[in-house]
């Protein structure tokens, strides 16, 4: 079965710091990755999709299948980025679903 | 366009009740599909309708069930309940259901006493 793995429950990062989530998966086919990003009393949302390659907020993510990874990063971080991310996975298997990861929370420091 | 809708936003019920969830989907949307998130076990998926059906299911017991209206519109029950079913309901809408990009409401926060 797929599994989304993020290591960190939190990281704590100063402003102007970079930042990279992290984010493996497993899944022998051809998936689709996603992050979505929860602000404080927020609803959960769609922050970037492997398959865009676009940058978001100053952030990016880059699939990586030898390893397996989809780490979200930026060069410098925002206190408005502050937040609980989620990467999430999506498989070819006749089921339309996401598989979440258990999320990490990202604090920005001023 | 308005976001996904859930109602109603929190529900306290006690252990043995029933309880009925709502789903409004961005309008044209026409897949909607519901997850259950914990602290202890995050997001998990619960089930997903297109067209009035039930196309996939999680690992969720009988106790959980959906229907999907003409309109998209979708309902979850969840049927005799415990207290682990605590939780926060999110629902996501999607365009077709062929693509993984899905839109979230807002959620249902359901307390189980």
């Known amino acids: 079965a797929q599994r989304v793995t993020q290591p960190e429950k939190l990281l704590s990062v100063f402003k102007g710091a970079p930042v990279e989530l992290k984010c493996n998966y497993s899944?022998?086919?051809?998936?689709?990755l996603f992050w979505y990003v929860q602000y404080s009393r927020q609803r959960l949302q769609l922050l970037l999709r492997?398959?865009s390659r676009e940058s978001i907020k100053g952030f990016t993510a880059d699939l990586n299948k030898g390893e397996t990874s989809f780490h979200l990063k930026k060069p410098f971080a925002q206190e408005e980025d502050s937040a609980m991310y989620y990467c999430?996975?999506?498989?070819?298997?006749?089921?339309?679903?996401?598989?979440f990861g258990s999320g990490t929370r990202l604090q920005v420091q001023p | 366009k308005a976001g996904v809708t859930q109602t109603p936003r929190y529900l306290i019920k006690t252990r043995g009740q029933q309880v009925t969830l709502s789903c409004s989907p961005i309008?044209?949307?026409?897949?909607v599909s519901w997850y259950q998130q914990t602290p202890g076990q995050g997001l998990q998926f619960l089930f997903e309708?297109?067209?009035?059906?039930?196309?996939n299911k999680g690992n969720f017991p009988g106790r959980f069930s959906g229907r999907q209206f003409s309109n998209s519109r979708s309902e979850m029950n969840v049927s005799t309940l415990e207290l682990g079913d605590s939780a926060l309901y999110l629902c996501?809408?999607?365009?077709?259901?062929?693509?993984?990009?899905?839109?979230f409401g807002p959620g249902t926060r359901l307390t189980v006493t």
């Open positions: 996501a809408s999607s365009v077709d259901g062929l693509s993984y990009e899905q839109y």
């Open positions: 899944y022998s086919g051809s998936p689709e």
């Open positions: 492997h398959i």
């Open positions: 999430a996975l999506g498989v070819n298997t006749g089921r339309r679903a996401l598989t």
């Open positions: 309008s044209g949307h026409r897949s």
């Open positions: 309708y297109f067209s009035e059906t039930q196309r």
